[in-house]
């Protein structure tokens, strides 16, 4: 699979775990995609820390509002009874434990699903953002990302980057399969059947519990 592919394969298994009414937040890059894959039937109200509730889709070219954008600064439309506000009430909302499922994408996840999405010494980054905040104020936090990165595993044992937050991961979806951090470790529930239970094993750097009832991704 290309990049693309896997974005696709990615964002189109994420959507699938928003229901009809969720108050949703996705992450800059990979889970701003997964709305383009959500069921007609289900509707979601989207957050953006920024300070909107009941985002829309991005515009059509040409028709942007530079008054509207996400938190990434990206062009956003609004849905009717949509509103703004300042970003202390955005953080309000988030840290007061009203938003459903934060999907986010992540340089690193370990076993006992912390997570590392912020920071790698030596390299300079915009900083945190919101996202500390969600992953320990969402209900449900997912990660989506690619399995590997340049052949370098980053689902690990334990984190080796800068940790954004530790023990809130609920799932991770990946081109390879789909998995649920447990007491017992990371339980591996869907598999893609382009590859083998082997391939992703070799790609992961803790060793997966495979459920009994594995499922096609």
Known sequence: MDKNQIREVIARRAAKELKDGDVVNLGIG?????????????KVIMQSENGCL?????????QEDPNLIDAGGGPITLKPGASCF?????????????????????LQVDEKGNIANWSIPGIK??????AMDLITGAKKVIVTMEHTAKGNHKILKECTLPLTAAG???RIITEMGVMDVTNEGLLLREIN??????????????????SEDLKQM
């Open 168 to 170: 809130q991961v609920d």
């Open 125 to 130: 980054t915009p900083g945190i953002g919101g």
């Open 54 to 62: 009941g985002m829309g889709n991005p515009p059509a070219p040409g």
């Open 86 to 106: 300042d970003s202390a009430t955005s953080f309000s909302i988030i840290r007061g434990g009203h938003v459903d499922v934060t999907i986010l994408g992540s």
């Open 30 to 42: 990979l889970p701003t995609q997964v709305l383009k894959y959500l069921p007609e039937n289900i």
């Open 193 to 210: 059947p382009e590859f083998t239970l082997e391939q992703v094993q070799e790609a992961t750097a803790c060793s997966l519990i495979v």
